[in-house]
């Protein structure tokens, strides 16, 4: 028991993996308790057993694995996470379950195995199962085949895969265990219920007697389809269903089963193995296949067929075998032998299906021929064998073959082609027999239909009847216009006698046959929306809404009905027309319609028209009336005014009747006639128009066009083609056959009427509008003259879009719109437009000698018969698909060991693609797939040549057919690198362009995870590129259902890998968007008519027409609306074709937020960083996949083209469109660097050449745009560019320079000066002088802050240079040092370091030799430019590229120069290193000439200038479109070194912070602005105040204008809190120097300034964020101490600005990051420890940090030493001690709270003095000291009370208040002492109450320091005299300790300036105050200079000022 006690306490899951089984045992059942109360299935508590089921389940003790199996039964059923054990534990039950003798479990282990098929895991467990047949334990295999057959009997076929099972049956048959074959029987029966006869075939082989069991059993099983009665998670929905139907009972559940299992069935195929049969062929076979014997050919066929018998058939190379047998077939002349052949080939192409479709277009052409057989069983083989064949295939990519034999002579071709026809259509669908298919057929058809051979004719009707039946009668009828109705009655009577393939039941219910249609396709069309097959969405798409919708009859009897009959009227004979016009019409206008006096026929027409107007449509006999019309003297009216009347009549009858094209003929011809008539023509125009709504307008076009030119009249022709251009504007090109007329166009180009001629070309714009480049294919052959003509006209239509079309549309609309769009789609499809193209028929030329010739040995053959091939292409020019022999033999050629021939193969192919079109369809098996495999060369150059050749293929074909069947995951398969990487790279490219896939794209999935971990890293990365585009199409969960098969350890990588791949999916293209613009060839005005939408269900989704890739790359740039008319124009155009038409419209293409998205991608390192030595092949990659969005694909191609012509070619089509487009270009900048960067690496001069001339062509662009280059833009292109400054040519590097000097205007030159530091320690010595030279330049233009990152560090690394080996390296070294000399002077023998003495001594020298010229003034006149060196004299002198830019260049500086005259005052650029202005001149002569702007007359009154900037600078609204470039601008105006720029600038930034809806605009803008203030602030303190030419006055109103902004910026908290702590610490820096600054009060009303700045600095405390303000303080006091340089009362100033800081603590506290302060403390110590601070001459910084430690203490408590978290290493000073020390002796100290709360809260008391008690009395006192208004009156009461009670002790009310505090308090007692006594005044410093929202610091921490106004006086007067010394270059005798402060004492002057009115007004008093703290600034211990040298100072003073007058 002992031992018991023990594992007794252990928890749950200890227990479960105790070595005792009973405390297992304790632990099972105790988990299953827990199991089942647990209610939430993601509860953390399961996660503790996920590694212990297994346990459960392979517990070695019997007892407690029973328990186990319960216990993990219920984990699996209720936890979240248990499908992450499946595979482990299903295993363990397998080997460690199913063995055991118990039965119970046994059946525990079963309901586990069910369980998990349950939640999802059915392939894990049907994979361990199946394992588990193999096992040698017979229990095992039983209880494993039993679990299965219990899976399938309640999962049914959908959930577990039959085809694995179905393969390991046989082997259980043959078991020696009597139970495994019982069960094996008993899983066969279970089979067999749910697939039925696919089963037998797999078992045939198994033993006869348990073949005829299972044929027994089979036969007992109930002929109702099985239903699943379990459902997995994800089918609740069905399951509810499931229940509800099983409560219902009713048939309703049979029938939705029987749905079910229709779309669940197998195909028997799947489940067989396929067998290889090349290798069994007898190894004679094609010798004796080619014997003279036919016993022989005999045998040999006999042999195949043999073979051929296997079902299912190994894919391989049957070529040979093909072409053998159609050999056969073709010329054979023993007939038995065809019938063998043809056997043997319906049998390769039923076991080879989808892969036999390579060869089908090789043999049906001779199986068609064959059929002028007459023997029956000839016939019948060849019927089969086509038939199979078209399986294989699809019937577009035959259809060519078949419309060719459709003319044959012989009746018995014709018969069986049409049959055949008729059989296929019986298996397609309304989607796979679109109309663009079936509308050819139906041509030929019609012409069989009047054969005169019955067989033909009955074949005609019995087709057209099954096409009737598949697609419906509505969409066949507009084919069946001309035929009379008894034919059309046959047609109907054979379309009902139809059996469609697939269908259930006979389709008899022909009520409904197009749903059924819609149907057929086993597959799970109405399952999932984008479910796998190919065929569901189109079938979904065009069935129901096509076909199903209930507006569809009574549309089609508004329109088609009536039509039907009119287009069958019979022509009516003139005396029934006269009786229905008597009816209709009044008697006297019959009468006198053929008078012969003009006048009564005149009145005749009026009385017609009138009845025609009043007359009921219904009623009008249209045909009667125009008959009237037409009778004597009819067309011949001599009276124009007669016929006018007549011609308007025709034109109301056809608009207002049911006008047919029998009445319309009537008057064509009339009209026709009349049509060039200078009265009539128009009248006779208008009739035209209206027939044309009424009969269409393709029809009315084709009558008048052959009508007009069967005339001899030119005008008539002229005004007839002139009509119909403006008719196809009106009308659209919908429909318009234009081979029907454009015959009669070229005749009337060759005219010599010049008319016809015009009229002619004007049409063919017209139509060009439309149709776009392929309409030029159609007069390549006319003269160069005319054809000039017609290409000006062509050009003039370019980037024009077609009109919307306004007639015709109504009609659309009313007769269903799905339908308008369909027909539009047939008639003039872009495939139509290709067809119309004559094609030549090169199968004759393609000779035996030369595909011998192709199959040479010797390659010079090959070469020559490869060179025949290619004249003849290029010859014929559009050649027709049948191309002969010719597919197999380059197909030969593609692996051919010579590569240029493969090369040369692969330009045939491209070729080839252009010439044949859309039909090429049919050659992708046979010949594109190969040029798929030579993607695997090991030449770059051969692999790029067949990615070309694969795109023009694509282009013409669509990706349909390359993603159908096996042969891409063939090509995948095969483990070539580089076949891989270029497959998936392309498929990555493809993919997103696509809206639909075949379902065989998952085929390819298996091989794509086998990419992902690959060997080579490109493979793996185009992998994974690849795996977003897959995922786009086949969906997350299938994807992830395809890892399944993957080893564990691959299937975790490859599920993360699709997690990430899963937000990186791209959407899929839209249908609509996409639909309008690209399926019909009129694409643009078919795209508006309100058709559109129907246009998305058409069978065009199905990859029908060759338009999928060009449609969607088009498309997909397309985004912006203004670019939609362009890209719809194009969209239609041939690959082939159309660069012409491509290459109009914009090429770089605005995509929105694309470039933040790329730099996020970046950042995140989900792409590559632009960072390389030299570029490699997956740097490239990706860029050409990122530009694709942004450029048109054949820009692109060009681009990236291998050809350096091409790419000089781009260049310049770039130059041409950057200024227009320049929006679009600044969207895509960083790709289009990019590319550039990859130019650099090319050693082509001439491509470098137009290199440089884009860029600077391109930042002469940027700059004028005021654009900022983007750290991530810069980094990717200032390197590499840097890398051609040392080019060796002169050339390249002057433009290289050159580009560099305009970069700067672009792009910070701070940000530059690194770039070419690094470029400093390139191994090229002309690059390391070049960039030496580059430095100095930045040096001298900007000063030394642009040395990055510190002045020291970067002058030391240029001084190494000064010793190189290189003379030219070192000159450059010695120039920037004396770039850097002319600036800071002697400073900079301190910043470079130490040197050698040879160094230092070729310094020396160099700076002495440069140095004389120095001071010399410069005396331009003109603005200095920021190229030019402020010092005429300098080092560097940068020479303006002006010479080498081209002139598209000089124009764009030309309009730049032209924008600078119209808005001088605004500069070009922002870069947050703007000080660099400063220059910090020593000697005013170095001072840039800044005084030449005349800015007195723009800043006239002393007032922030708010409306005077508004002529000058573009207003906020509308200088750009977005507010935060606009806010940009502006801020980049502020530190512009022109100080009316800057004002200008700040006005409006002031506007806009002045108005509270505005101000919001600023946000986020806060550091940019702050940073650009400090700037300017250190700009005025460096540049302007030291420079004696400018106006005080002028620098007044600037300093103004910055603190006028920055109250209005501070007074708002919440913008306020935006600015950072850096931005902050230097703002403080900026304000605290200027007070500090003595020359500010030389100007006029700078005291006033002064008191400004005080307020400032008090809002800035007060509103900025809290932590960031005392941040930056603690590092500006750690700064100004440390600096020996800077002035004593700068720290001074920053530890009251503590001081404030600390007051306020208690009201801060909760909103200050205690982390933060305490790690800037931590630094500060470490810096300062207590020791060092002791020793400095004030303790005030010492006392400060332990004030602000000890009430940090005080108000965190022990909490405060938790905030220590950002202190790596607390060891590092004495902090944590200090506050440990703290903590440990804090005391409550109430009497600070109380204080603190009382100068918080307290107001004016007045006369409330309490007088019971002294303390009351006293606190009283005090609280006035410390109030707001009251201090003076405090300290005086105090005072009072203090000579009333001398003995009164003080000391219990001072001793808890700060220093500062109590010095105040003396101080002042002692001045109201002196004040009394009269013993002198103290000058200008008596104590003045404070206001604390004013002044500077609080009353209650502030220090009086001086005693003496003299003193200070004299301390101001000594520090001038030290400046203006300085300044000569005379020394300064006085050791820097020794100087007195900086600080000087304000005169007091009582005026407010009128510059900040209504901002500063409020100032007057705050002003004294301030004094008032100035005078006691000064600490007590630091005296100044003796009164008795002040008038000797003031004596030297007034001689410097007199002398440097």
């Known amino acids: 028991m002992g031992d018991d006690s023990e594992w007794m306490k252990l928890p749950i899951d200890q227990k479960c993996e105790h070595k005792i089984w009973k405390a297992r045992l304790n632990g099972y059942e105790e988990a299953l308790k827990l199991f089942q109360k647990i209610e939430d299935e993601k509860s953390p508590e399961w996660g503790k057993y996920l590694g212990l089921i297994k346990r459960f389940v392979t517990d070695s003790n019997a007892v407690a694995q029973l328990k186990g199996l319960e216990a993990a039964l219920v984990f699996i059923e209720n936890a979240h996470v248990a499908g992450k054990t499946t595979g482990e534990v299903v295993s363990g039950v397998v080997c460690k379950v199913f063995n055991q003798p118990k039965a119970r479990a046994k059946e525990l282990g079963s309901d586990i195995c069910l369980m998990y098929i349950e939640i999802e895991k059915a392939e894990v467990v049907q994979d361990e199962l199946i394992k588990g047949l193999d096992n040698k334990n017979p229990k095992i295999v039983v209880t494993c085949l039993e679990t299965l057959r219990k899976a399938l009997c309640e999962f049914g076929s959908k959930i577990i895969t039959l085809k694995p099972v179905v393969k390991v049956l046989p082997k259980q048959f043959e078991s020696r265990e009597k139970a495994v074959r019982d069960e094996a029987k008993l899983l066969a029966v279970e089979i067999y219920r749910w697939i039925r006869d696919a089963l037998r075939a797999p078992l045939q082989n198994i033993n006869s007697v348990q073949l005829k069991d299972l044929e027994e059993e089979w036969v007992k099983l109930p002929t109702t389809a099985p239903k699943q009665t379990r459902f997995l998670r994800s089918q609740q929905d069905l399951k509810a269903k499931f229940e509800q139907q099983r409560a219902a009972g009713g048939d309703e559940a049979d029938g939705d089963n029987d749905e079910e299992t229709e779309v669940a069935q197998v195909d028997p195929y799947e489940l067989l193995e396929a067998v290889e049969i090349l290798s069994k062929l007898p190894k004679d076979f094609y010798e004796k296949i080619e014997a003279k014997k036919w016993q022989e050919r005999k045998e040999a066929l006999e042999a195949v067929e043999t073979l051929t018998k296997n079902p299912k058939l190994e894919n391989g190379d049957y070529g040979d075998l093909v072409r053998a047998l159609k050999k056969v077939i073709g010329k054979d002349a023993n007939v038995m032998l065809v019938a063998m052949a043809a056997k043997c080939l319906a049998a390769l192409a039923t076991g080879l299906r989808k892969k036999f479709g390579t060869y089908a277009g090789l043999v049906v052409p001779t199986i068609l021929e064959k059929f002028k057989e007459k023997k029956p069983q000839v016939v019948q083989a060849l019927q089969e064998a086509i038939d199979a064949v078209f399986l294989t295939t699809t019937l577009q990519n035959i259809s060519e073959d078949v419309l060719s034999v459709m003319d044959n002579k012989n009746p018995s071709i014709k018969q069986q082609a049409s049959l055949f026809l008729a059989r296929s259509f019986c298996r397609c669908t309304p989607s796979t027999l679109p109309k663009s298919v079936l509308k050819p057929f139906c041509a030929a058809f019609l012409k ?1070 509308d200088i750009h479109n977005s507010t935060a470039s606009t806010i940009n601008f502006v801020i980049s105006q502020v530190a512009s070194g022109d100080i009316n720029t800057s004002i200008q600038a700040l006005a409006q930034i002031d506007e806009v912070l002045r108005q509270a809806d505005k101000a919001e605009a600023m946000s986020g803008h806060i550091d940019q602005f702050l940073i650009a203030t400090f700037m300017q602030l250190r700009l005025i303190y460096n540049t302007h105040m030291a420079d004696d030419r400018l106006d005080k006055k002028d620098i007044f109103k600037l300093y103004s204008c910055i603190i006028g902004n920055m109250l209005s910026l501070f007074s708002m908290e919440s913008l306020a809190r935006e600015a950072s702590m850096g931005v902050l610490k230097d703002l403080m820096h900026g304000l605290i120097t200027l007070m500090l600054d003595s020359r500010v009060e030389d100007i006029e009303d700078g005291q006033q300034l002064i008191r400004s700045v005080n307020l400032l600095m008090v809002r800035v405390l007060e509103k900025s964020d809290q932590t960031n303000i005392l941040s930056a303080l603690l590092v500006l006091l750690q700064d100004s101490l440390i600096s020996t340089a800077g002035s004593p009362m700068f720290s001074e100033l920053v530890m009251k600005c503590l001081w404030r800081m600390i007051r306020f603590l208690p009201q801060t506290i909760n909103s200050i990051n205690l982390d933060r302060i305490l790690l800037d403390v931590h630094n500060f110590m470490k810096v300062f420890p207590k020791e060092k601070l002791k020793q400095l001459k004030s303790d005030v910084p010492h006392r400060t940090l332990k004030t602000l430690l000890h009430t940090l203490c005080r108000l965190t408590g022990s909490k405060i030493l938790d905030h220590m978290s950002m202190i790596e290493n607390r060891n590092e000073s004495e902090l944590e001690a200090h506050l440990r020390r703290v903590v440990k002796h804090s005391v409550n100290l109430s009497g600070l709270k109380s204080d603190k709360s009382t100068e918080k809260g307290a107001l004016r008391s007045d006369d409330k003095v309490i007088k019971a008690k002294v303390s009351d009395i006293l606190s009283e006192i005090f609280k006035k000291i410390g109030s707001k208004e009251n201090t003076k009156e405090g300290l005086t009461e105090l005072y009072e009370y203090k000579q009333k009670y001398s003995d009164a002790d003080l000391e219990p009310f001072l001793r808890n208040t700060s220093q500062f505090f109590q010095s105040y308090v003396e101080r002042g007692l002692r001045m109201i002492e002196s004040e009394r006594e009269g013993k002198g005044r103290i000058q200008t410093s008596t104590v003045i109450p404070q206001h604390s929202t004013d002044s500077y610091l609080p009353s209650s921490s502030t220090v009086p320091i001086s005693s003496n106004g003299e003193d200070l006086n004299a301390a101001a007067y000594y520090e001038r005299l030290k400046i203006l010394r300085q300044r000569r270059g005379l020394e300064n005798s006085t050791p820097e300790e020794d100087r007195p402060p900086l600080s000087s004492l304000r005169p007091s002057v009582a005026s407010s300036t009128d510059m900040l009115h209504s901002k500063l007004s409020q100032l007057k008093e705050s002003r004294e105050h301030f004094q008032q703290e100035q005078s006691h600034s000064n600490s007590p211990t630091r005296s100044s200079s003796p009164a008795s040298n002040l008038d000797d100072l003031k004596k030297r003073l007034e001689r410097i000022k007199s002398n440097r007058q």
């Open 448 to 1517: 069989q239909v009047n054969d005169s051979a019955p067989e033909v004719r009955d074949a005609a009707f019995e087709a057209l009847g099954t096409a009737m039946k598949v697609v419906g009668e509505k969409a066949v009828n507009p084919f069946l216009t001309d035929v009379d109705k008894l034919k059309l009655d046959k047609i109907k009577e054979c379309a009902e006698k139809v059996e469609l393939v697939g269908k259930k039941g006979s389709g008899g219910g022909a009520e409904k046959k197009e749903k059924p249609a819609a149907k057929a396709p086993p597959v799970e069309a109405p399952a999932k929306p984008s479910g796998p097959s190919k065929k569901a969405p189109p079938a979904k798409a065009a069935g129901p809404p096509k076909k199903g919708k209930p507006a569809s009859a009574p549309s089609a009897k508004s329109k088609k009905v009536p039509d039907a009959k009119e287009f069958v009227e019979t022509e009516l004979s003139l005396e029934v027309c006269e009786e229905k016009a008597a009816a209709v019409l009044p008697a006297s206008c019959m009468q006198l319609l053929d008078s012969g006096n003009w006048k009564e026929r005149l009145a005749s027409m009026e009385e017609f028209q009138r009845a025609v107007e009043q007359m009921d449509k219904s009623e009008m006999p249209c045909q009667a009336l125009v008959r009237m019309l037409a009778k004597k003297p009819g067309w011949k009216e001599t009276n124009f005014q007669v016929m006018q009347m007549k011609l308007h009549i025709v034109g109301l009858i056809a608009q207002k009747g049911l006008f047919s094209k029998t009445s319309a003929l009537v008057v064509l011809d009339g009209l026709v006639d009349k049509v060039g008539d200078v009265k009539c023509g128009s009248n006779a125009k208008e009739a035209l128009t209206a027939i044309g709504e009424a009969c269409s307008l393709p029809w009315i076009a084709e009558q008048v066009v052959s009508l007009a030119f069967a005339q001899k009249n030119p005008k008539n022709q002229a005004e007839t083609l002139n009509w119909l251009a403006n008719a196809m504007k009106e009308f659209g090109f919908a429909g318009i056959n234009v081979k029907a007329f454009i015959n009669n166009v070229k005749t009337a180009l060759g005219a010599t009427n010049p008319a016809v001629r015009t009229s002619a070309i004007t049409l063919l714009g017209v139509m060009y509008l439309y149709m776009g480049a392929p309409l030029r294919m159609f007069f390549e052959d006319e003269k160069p003259a005319l054809l000039q003509q017609i290409n000006a006209e062509f050009e003039k239509m370019q980037g024009q879009s077609p009109p919307a079309p306004f007639r015709g549309v109504k009609k659309a609309g009313a007769e269903e719109e799905g339908d308008a769009a369909e027909e539009e789609e047939v008639d003039g499809g872009p495939g139509d437009i290709m067809d119309l193209l004559p094609r030549t028929d090169i199968s004759d030329k393609i000779t035996y000698d030369m595909v011998s010739k192709i199959s040479d040995k010797n390659w010079k053959v090959r070469k020559e018969g490869l060179d025949e091939v290619a004249a003849i292409i290029s010859e014929a020019k559009f050649i027709q698909p049948n191309i002969g022999e010719l597919p197999m033999a380059l197909k030969g050629r593609l692996n051919d060991s010579n590569k240029l021939l493969v090369q040369q193969t692969l330009n045939i192919l491209q070729q080839i693609a252009t010439a044949i079109g859309p039909s090429l369809k049919q050659h992708v098996r046979n010949l594109g797939i190969p040029v798929i495999t030579v993607l695997g060369d090991s030449k770059a150059n051969v692999r790029a040549a067949a990615m070309t050749t694969l795109n023009a293929w694509v282009e013409q074909t669509g990706m349909k057919d390359w993603l159908e069947g096996e042969d891409l995951s063939e090509e995948l398969k095969k483990e070539n690198p580089f076949l891989r990487q270029e497959l998936l790279g392309w498929l990555a490219e493809k993919l997103p362009t696509l809206r639909t896939v075949p379902s065989d794209l998952m085929l390819c999935v298996p091989n794509l995870y086998a990419c992902l971990e690959d060997r080579s890293g490109d493979v793996r990365k185009k992998a994974q590129d690849a795996l977003p585009t897959f995922m786009m199409h086949l969906g997350y969960e299938k994807m992830v259902k395809a890892t399944g098969k993957l080893k564990p350890a691959s299937k975790d990588q490859v599920v993360g890998m699709l997690e990430k791949a899963r937000a990186l999916m791209p959407a899929k293209p839209v249908a609509p968007g996409k639909a309008a613009p690209s399926k019909p060839a009129s694409s643009a005005p078919a795209a508006k008519q309100a058709s559109a939408p129907a246009r998305n269900q058409s069978p065009i989704e199905d990859f029908s027409e060759p338009e999928p890739k060009p449609d969607t790359k088009k498309s997909k740039p397309a985004g912006p609306a203004a670019k939609k008319g362009v890209v719809g124009k194009k969209l239609p155009v041939k690959a082939g074709a159309k660069d012409e038409e491509d290459r109009s419209g914009p090429i770089f293409i605005l995509v929105p937020n694309a470039k933040e998205q790329r730099i996020k991608e970046e950042k995140g390192l989900k792409i590559l960083k632009w960072n390389f030595i030299t570029p490699r092949d997956e740097y490239v990659e990706q860029l050409k996949t990122q530009m694709s969005t942004c450029l048109p694909k054949w820009l692109q191609d060009e681009l990236f083209h291998f050809d350096f012509q091409r790419h000089v070619k781009a260049i310049g089509v770039m130059i041409e469109h950057m200024e227009p487009e320049c929006d679009a270009v600044i969207s895509c900048l960083d790709l289009v660097l990019k590319w550039f960067t990859l130019r650099f690496f090319d050693t082509n001069t001439s491509v470098l050449m137009k290199v440089l001339e884009f860029l600077k062509l391109l930042f002469t662009m940027l700059s004028r745009k005021n654009y900022q280059l983007s750290d991530y833009e810069a980094s990717s292109f200032i390197p590499y560019l840097i890398l051609k400054v040392g080019e060796s040519k002169d050339v390249v590097r002057k433009d290289v320079r050159a580009i560099l000097a305009m970069l700067c205007k672009v792009y910070a030159a701070s940000k530059v000066f690194p770039f070419l530091m690094d470029g400093t320690k390139s191994k090229n010595s002309k690059q390391r002088s070049e960039c030496l030279e580059e430095l100095g330049c930045l040096i001298e233009n900007f000063g030394m802050n642009v040395c990055q990152p510190t002045p020291a560090k970067a002058l030391k690394e240029i001084g190494v240079h000064i010793g190189d080996r290189d003379t030219t390296v070192r000159n450059a070294a010695l120039n920037t040092v004396v770039a850097v000399y002319n600036t800071c002077g002697e400073q900079v023998f301190k910043l470079i370091g130490n040197l050698s003495e040879k160094e230092m001594s070729m310094l020396e020298e160099r700076i002495k030799r440069s140095a004389k010229k120095t001071p010399a003034p410069s005396t331009k006149q003109e603005r200095p430019q920021r190229e030019q060196p402020t010092n005429p004299n300098a080092t560097f002198l940068r020479k303006p590229a002006q010479e080498e830019v081209p002139n598209k260049l000089n124009q764009a500086r030309a309009q730049n120069a032209h924008l600078e005259q119209s808005s001088p005052a605004i500069p070009k650029e922002f870069q947050l290193d703007l000080d660099v202005f400063e220059n910090n001149h020593t000697c005013a002569s170095d001072i840039p000439d800044l005084v030449q702007h005349k800015l007195d007359e723009v800043l006239e009154p002393v007032m922030i200038p708010e409306r005077k900037i508004r002529p000058v600078s573009p207003h906020f609204d």
